[in-house]
C-alpha cells in the first residue's frame, strides 16, 4: 500500500487546534442555549471557553462563522456520521426507516434547546437563519440519501418517486415536528420515535415490506 493510502495521522498542534475549537463550540452551544444568540456576544463566549477573543477568531471566526459551525457540533453530539454510515448498508426497509427516525431523535433529544433558540432567532438575526439554513439542508439531504436507498430496495409505493418520499420524511422528522409533539403534545421521546417510525413505514412503503 503507498504512503498515499495511507491517512495521514494530524500532529500534536492539529489536535490541540480541533480540540481548541470544540471548547470554543460548546461554550457557544450552552450560552446561545441559555441567553439566547442575540444576547451573547465572542467575549462571553471567549470567558466561558477559557480561551482569549482573538483565539476565537483565529479558530472559528466571527460570531456568524461561529453560529453556523454549531450545526458540526450537533452532527458530533447527535451521532450523525455513525448512524449515516448504517443507513448506507441497510437491506430492511423498516429499519432502514427506523434507522432515519433514531437519528432525528438523537438531534433534537440532544441539541433541541440550541436548535429552538437558533430558530426563534432566525427572523430577526441573518446569521442564526444562516445556520438554520444550512441545519435544513442537511436534514433534507439525509432524508434524500434514505428515499434513494429506499427506491434503490424496490420498498417504496407505486405512487411515490424518491423526491415525494424525501419530501414525507423530512417534513415528519422536522424539528418542528419533534417539538410539537414532545413539547406542546407532550409525548414522550419513546412514543414519538414508535409513532413516527409506524406512521412513515405505512406512508411509504409497500405493503408486506
Not at 440532544?110 to 442564526?128: H, K, Q, Y
Request: charged share 25%; aromatic share 4%; glycine share 4%.
Amino acid at each position: 500500500m503507498s504512503s498515499d493510502a495511507v491517512a495521514r495521522r494530524p500532529n500534536r498542534r492539529e489536535v490541540a487546534a480541533a480540540d481548541t475549537r470544540r471548547e470554543i463550540l460548546r461554550a457557544a452551544r450552552q450560552l446561545f442555549a441559555e441567553h439566547g444568540y442575540a444576547n451573547t456576544s465572542v467575549p462571553q463566549v471567549a470567558e466561558q471557553a477559557g480561551v482569549a477573543v482573538q483565539t476565537i477568531y483565529a479558530s472559528v471566526g466571527t460570531k456568524a462563522a461561529l453560529v453556523l459551525a454549531l450545526n458540526d457540533l450537533i452532527d458530533a453530539e447527535a451521532g450523525v456520521d455513525e448512524l449515516q454510515a448504517k443507513l448506507v448498508g441497510e437491506t430492511d426497509p423498516r429499519q432502514l426507516i427506523a434507522r432515519v427516525v433514531q437519528l432525528t431523535r438523537q438531534v433534537n433529544e440532544r441539541c433541541g434547546d440550541v436548535i429552538r433558540v437558533l430558530m426563534s432567532a432566525e427572523l430577526a438575526e441573518p446569521e442564526a437563519a444562516a445556520a438554520v439554513a444550512d441545519g435544513m439542508r442537511r436534514h433534507a439531504q439525509g432524508a434524500a440519501t434514505a428515499a434513494v436507498r429506499l427506491s434503490s430496495l424496490r420498498a417504496l409505493q407505486p405512487q411515490s418517486t424518491p423526491e415525494r418520499a424525501a419530501a414525507v420524511m423530512a417534513v415528519m422528522t422536522a424539528p418542528a415536528t419533534w417539538r410539537q409533539l414532545t413539547q406542546e403534545a407532550g409525548w414522550t421521546f419513546d412514543e414519538t420515535e414508535a409513532w413516527l417510525t409506524a406512521s412513515l413505514a405505512t406512508l411509504l412503503l409497500k405493503r408486506g415490506r
